[in-house]
Structure formats: structure tokens, C-alpha cells
């Protein structure tokens, strides 16, 4: 079995900036598909941003112009850059990964990282 370790969350002020990190290990190989989720207190999980293998990216709209996502084949690491930071940003912050089989991939959570943003 593989897992996902996110990190580079924390506390933060409002317009200020992030990078979390989420690294693959073990068996986890022939990534298609890398993304961020997030969850906020009383909230469902939410789509962020995701990448496909052959780069293309999609955001919530909520995020558009202010976070980019970005992935490292070779390290089996993808990134979200955090820019202009809000409050209604605070939630934790979830990796995902789809690998394994094209046609029956298997899908990989982290544990989550916690962003907190302070006005």
C-alpha cells in the first residue's frame, strides 16, 4: 500500500500566501491524477484545484486567480501555491490521488493540513 503526507499548512494572515505539499510513497505509481480538497467546519468537502498527468488544471471559482496547483512527476508530488488568502479560506486541506490501473485507478487521500486565516 502507498499513502499521501501533505504538508505546509498553518496559520496565516488574511492576503497572505501558502504552499502546501503532498508526496507519495510506497506502491503508489502511474499517477493519473492529482488534486486538492478542502473541508470546512459544518461544511462537505470541496473540490480546489486538480491536475491532470498531462498538466491541464482546474479550480473552484472561488480560487481562480489566487491558487495554483502544480505536480512533479519524477518526486510523485503535487503542490498548491495559496496566494491572497481569506478567511472563508480556512478549512483543512486534503490530497488526492488517482493510480494504478487506467481503467480502474485507485484513489488516495492524505490525512489533511489545517490552514487557518486570522483577519
Known amino acids: 500500500q502507498g499513502q499521501l503526507v501533505e504538508s505546509g499548512g498553518g496559520l496565516v494572515q488574511a492576503g497572505g500566501s501558502l504552499r502546501l505539499s503532498c508526496v507519495a510513497s510506497?506502491?503508489?505509481?502511474?499517477?493519473?491524477?492529482m488534486g486538492w480538497y478542502r473541508q470546512a467546519p459544518g461544511k462537505q468537502r470541496e473540490l480546489v484545484a486538480t491536475?491532470?498527468?498531462?498538466?491541464?488544471?482546474l479550480y473552484a471559482d472561488s480560487v481562480k486567480g489566487r491558487f495554483t496547483v502544480s505536480r512533479d512527476n519524477a518526486k510523485r508530488t503535487v503542490y498548491l501555491q495559496v496566494n491572497s488568502l481569506k478567511s472563508e479560506d480556512t478549512a483543512v486541506y486534503y490530497c488526492?490521488?488517482?493510480?494504478?490501473?487506467?481503467?480502474?485507478?485507485?484513489?488516495?487521500w492524505g490525512q489533511g493540513t489545517q490552514v487557518t486565516v486570522t483577519s
Open positions: 488526492n490521488m488517482k493510480a494504478g490501473d487506467y481503467y480502474r485507478p485507485t484513489n488516495y
Open positions: 510506497g506502491n503508489i505509481i502511474n499517477i493519473q491524477f
Open positions: 491536475i491532470t498527468s498531462g498538466g491541464s488544471t
